[in-house]
């Protein structure tokens, strides 16, 4: 594995921690600050938020720019606006700092992985980007437990400056251990999917004419919103229909992010084979996931095989998206930023659709089988991305 693989793991890490630890401290910030829950909530959608305006804006911005040159601008972004959280004097300044490390979010994941495949042999590309991604999803596992225990300990501004540390060494890694140069370094987005990376902005927009962009950005937004609008009222599913105490939610989501973890490293390697096949099965087995998940959430041992099996299906997917759509896009910086702006559609669809249905009075069985249509139609549109894809394949092997 090469050592620029661990640097981007490492940045990922950091960007998942900074992400997921605040949902543990947000009664001591709020308490801090003298502002109310929904305040304090509001650091968490003001992040999401700017995760989606930055994987598209930033990534647009610096097309042009070496990619390792904008990878570590990116994380001292990130380092700059943990720091800012972690001296905040008050809630508008700590507002700042999150919308300031989340910019850097979306563009490094899409940036990243671009990189990251780069690093690697053309077969081995979707495992590559599973193992910057392994940071994402291991910070999934331990960034609301971390959170807790350093604020419980230490107080609240020590978690931001343990994160600003982890951010300083992910930006060291990546100026010593990632290549230099910018897209033409990128032999691994050559081949079938069309020619090296397009810079300029024009030549990226232009890659948003394939309709195999469009099915795969559409395919990723119903896959996570089918994940995440389950995930969102997850702990009321546990609590008020499996009858688990309010105290099990905390393992129980380390068994999901346990789950994620196996997923994105399983995911990575089957898309190195036969990609949309791979794609298929994982938005197939969360669909069915979820389903079965609705009909025996009353089952504490049920609950717990299929939490897992949730975080499995639902991350599996991540890194052959990204490849797929990047493929098809040539490439292009702009379409990997889409990706996670899309991933960050369907997390808020879910989230909403979910809601819905719950305020509809359903139940807390009804975001399952929310996300269960959702998944299955994410299905639906991979096969038909998956079947007009193969004239192509076959011309291409002629």
């Known amino acids: 594995m090469p050592a620029g693989l ?66 570590v601008g990116l994380v001292a972004l990130f380092v700059i606006g943990n720091l800012l959280s972690a001296v905040a004097p008050d809630y508008p300044v700590m507002m700042l700092g999150r919308i300031i490390a989340a910019l850097c979010h979306g563009s490094f994941f899409g940036i990243g992985s671009l990189v990251a495949r780069s690093l690697v042999a053309p077969e081995r590309k979707s495992r590559a980007v599973a193992v910057m991604f392994a940071g994402l999803t291991l910070a999934n596992v331990l960034g609301v437990p971390f959170g807790a225990l350093v604020g419980e300990r230490w107080g609240w501004r020590a978690a931001f400056w343990a994160v600003t540390v982890i951010g300083v060494l992910a930006l060291a890694g990546i100026a010593a251990l990632v290549p230099g140069g910018g897209a033409k370094q990128d032999p691994a987005v050559t081949g079938r999917a069309g020619p090296r990376a397009p810079g300029g902005l024009r030549a990226q927009v232009r890659a948003f004419r394939s309709w195999q962009v469009w099915l795969t950005l559409t395919a990723t937004a119903l896959g996570y919103g089918g994940m995440f609008g389950a995930f969102s009222y997850i702990a009321y599913t546990f609590t008020e229909v499996g009858g688990f105490a309010s105290a099990d939610v905390a393992w129980l989501l380390m068994v999901y992010g346990v789950g994620l973890v196996v997923g994105n490293l399983v995911g990575g390697r089957a898309a190195d084979g036969d990609r949309d096949r791979a794609l298929v099965i994982a938005l197939l087995g969360l669909s069915v996931t979820l389903a079965v998940f609705g009909l025996l959430a009353g089952s504490g041992i049920a609950s717990v095989i299929l939490v897992f099996a949730m975080g499995v299906f639902g991350f599996a997917g991540v890194p052959g998206m990204i490849t797929r759509v990047t493929d098809f896009a040539h490439g292009a910086p702009l379409a990997a930023g889409a990706n996670v702006s899309a991933s960050n559609v369907g997390n808020a669809l879910g989230a909403w659709l979910g809601g819905l249905a719950i305020t509809a009075g359903l139940g807390y069985r009804a975001p399952l089988y929310v996300g269960a249509v959702l998944a299955l139609t994410a299905v639906i549109v991979m096969a038909v991305a998956a079947q007009l894809a193969r004239p192509c394949a076959v011309q291409a092997d002629r």
């Not at 900074?18 to 947000?26: D, M, V």
């Open 6 to 71: 661990v640097a981007l793991a490492l940045g990922g890490f950091g960007i998942g921690l900074t992400e997921f630890l605040i949902a543990g401290l947000l009664p001591q910030v709020a308490s801090s600050f003298a502002v109310s829950e929904a305040a304090a909530g509001r650091l968490i959608s003001g992040y999401a938020m700017s995760v989606a305006i930055g994987a598209i804006v930033l990534t647009a911005a610096t097309a042009r720019l070496p990619r390792k040159q904008v990878l």
